[in-house]
């Protein structure tokens, strides 16, 4: 079992920066991607950005350009660089860590961490 740990959530003003961190408490050698989803009030948990093993990136399209995703070599670590924040961006921000085994992929998700944008 992998657990997730976020921090680096907070409040800021539109416009400002932001940078999130998630730690997995274990390396692992199975990692497909990693990366950041959110979820807003009344809305459906969504793809923020993602980073494959083969470094790979993905992004949301309300987020390129203003968003950069980033991990270590070891893929147990990734970061979210948030700049030019909107306060539409305001959400629950969650790390997803992919891996897949004989085929299966497996979901491990971190606890959550607010992000707030104020106007």
């Known amino acids: 079992q992998v657990q997730l740990v976020e921090s680096g959530g907070g409040l800021v003003q539109a416009g400002g920066s932001l940078r999130l961190s998630c730690a997995a408490s274990?390396?692992?050698?199975?990692?497909?991607?990693i990366g950041w989803y959110r979820q807003a009030p009344g809305k459906q948990r969504e793809l923020v950005a993602t980073?494959?093993?083969?470094?790979?990136?993905n992004y949301a399209v309300s987020v390129k350009g203003r968003f950069t995703i980033s991990t270590n070599n070891a893929m147990n670590t990734v970061f979210l660089q948030m700049n030019s924040l909107k306060p539409e961006d305001t959400a629950v921000y969650y790390c997803?860590?992919?891996?897949?085994?004989?085929?299966?992929?497996?979901?491990?998700w971190g606890q959550g961490i607010q992000v707030t944008v104020s106007s």
């Open positions: 274990r390396s692992t050698f199975s990692v497909n991607t």
């Open positions: 997803n860590l992919r891996t897949v085994v004989r085929g299966t992929f497996f979901d491990y």
């Open positions: 980073i494959s093993s083969g470094g790979s990136t």
